[in-house]
């Protein structure tokens, strides 16, 4: 695997060679043999055996024909394990697959393998996974990001060219960031999450990395589209985000938010930022400041909203129904006791607790009533913004560069502060994507833009633009 690694590459690859199962079989034990390694990155928890027998006629004219793609631990498969990185789901093997993973599938891609995260979504390390943390292929003793960190280290690392992740709280943008690569959250409902676990259901969204915003966007063309399994899922058709993506940005408003340009902000990010902005503005755009004051708020609401929808969506794992179940109870209070202590990590419990504290009776309005009403204040400031002329906004996808591993894995509220520029995106359900932008002390640099609801393409647009002027093209 030579890089760039990229969707573009792997279709003349598998157009050049005899059979499209053969270049898949290469990728395959190329993969195995460094993630087996003594540099292997663990972003994989489960791999394809590249020996296994593959379905025969592979029509012409799918547009991910033998493409590898990898696809995050918490996206049901149907051939490989679904554990979410948690020892209450090690082993477990859905009976049925995601509709995003079904779509990659019907447009000819192969899926390698199931990748690292954040035990059920919860991080932004990878380091709260229960088989061990991911490692950044910039440098291995910083972590990747998370909780999508595997998906973002596999396609960094050049092992696959694109992936799926989920983002409920700015878990693909933050990982593409720290990994360099970019990472793509779609508009709440343009994509289906059946067959996605729940982490918090109003926030979570299936999205996609890429080497390249043409990889990622092609992707994400393939996943899109109305699905009647998923109550969520807009009546849409699927985005349609290649022909858009030389349009260019002359003429575009850029807004520039006061609140995410401050002295918490490493110096190394807010420059590549700041060259960022200066290559928009070159190539025609016009940059706007703008306030959103409620920003501010985001990361607390979000700490309250989401466990509070996680204590109810992991309710279900009792050692009853599925999963692992601890052995040797004599109750049933015993069985959900013994199971779900045995079973959930730390981070987990503790945003388990923090979600049933926020919701109990006394509590529900102090808390959990309140963060919501935030949200709502959120959501109205972004379409105000976008309603007065701004067509994207521009902010840093996180205040820093990737972290060493264990550097706050024993401090919660610094942890969190890693999603301060991109839980407003999931709270408002507006799309977002994450770009290289440069790099500081070594470490890749991102810049986030965020649209108003269904303007991917204009997100692609202005990414592909930043892509081009500031990272060669892409590759």
Known sequence: MTAPFTVRSALERVREAATPDDPFREWMTAIREKEEGSSGLNA????????????????????????PVAVKDNLATRDLPT???????????SPFEATAVRRLREAGARVVGKTNMDEFGMGSSTENSAFGPARNPWNRERVPGGSSGGSAAAVAAGYVPAALGSDTGGSIRQPAAFCGVVGFKPTYGRVSRYGLVAYASSLDQVGTFGRTVEDAARVLEVISGHDPRDATSARRDPVRLLPELESGVRDLVVGVPEEYFHQNVDPGVGDACERALAVLEKEGARVRSVSLPSTRYGVSAYYLIAPAEASSNLARYDGVRFGSRADGAASTREVYEGTRARGFGREVVRRILLGTFALSAGYYDAYYGRAQRVRGLVARELR???ASGVDFLFTPTSPSAAFPLGERVDDPVRMYQSDVFTVTANLAGIPALSVPVGTADGLPVGGQLLGPHWQEGR???????????????GG
Do not use: K
């Not at 979410?84 to 093997?93: P, T, W």
């Not at 990414?463 to 060669?472: I, R, Y």
């Open 44 to 67: 994989f928890l489960s791999l394809t055996d590249p020996g296994v027998e593959l379905p025969e006629g592979r029509p012409e004219g799918q547009s991910l024909r033998g493409v």
């Open 83 to 93: 554990t979410c990185a948690s020892r209450i789901l090690e082993g477990y093997r």
């Open 384 to 386: 105000q913004v976008f």
């Open 459 to 473: 997100l692609a647009r202005a990414a592909w633009v930043l892509e081009q002027a500031m990272n060669g093209g």
